[in-house]
């Protein structure tokens, strides 16, 4: 299965299945299963920014306040689109979490690990086998 490594607090709003667009500067032709993978850096500065855009679409931010798991493999989802109307400065209706100015990559049938995957993660595309640990 492809993998994308997505840095926290992102990865657990698209695990926990509030967000249904992962923002990219570059473009894929893949569209399939993709395993959602929490990388080890916290982006901290996005914290607000998630806490309001969970307040615009009315998701409760309590499980922002624990430790996010970091690292592993966590979710796995569909990516059955990628839009890309925002980078030349056009205007889409991919929501709330669609960044302007980049490649909206679409997720469906977003299903949370009941155990997270703790395995390295990489740049760009990469394989995960399901059950893989590293």
């Given amino acids: 299965m492809k993998a994308l490594t997505v840095k926290q607090p992102w ?5 926990a299945g509030h967000k249904p ?7 894929t032709s893949y569209r399939g299963p993709l395993a959602i993978h929490a990388g ?3 982006d901290r500065h996005a ?9 615009t679409i009315g998701a409760d931010t309590a499980e922002l306040d624990q430790p996010l798991t970091r690292g592993a493999v966590i979710a ?3 990516l059955v689109d ?5 980078v030349s400065g056009g205007t889409c209706a991919c929501g709330p979490w669609a960044e302007p100015g980049q490649h909206h990559w679409r997720l469906a049938n977003v299903q949370r690990l009941a155990e997270p995957a703790l395995v ?3 740049l760009g595309l990469w394989h995960w086998e399901a059950g ?3």
């Fill in 76 to 78: 796995t989802a569909e």
């Fill in 40 to 42: 080890k850096t916290i």
């Fill in 82 to 86: 990628v839009c890309a109307q925002a």
């Fill in 120 to 122: 390295t993660g990489r």
């Fill in 21 to 27: 667009i992962e923002n990219r500067s570059w473009t």
């Fill in 11 to 15: 990865a657990w709003a698209i695990a």
């Fill in 132 to 134: 893989e640990q590293s």
């Fill in 47 to 55: 914290m607000p920014l998630v806490r309001q855009l969970l307040a």
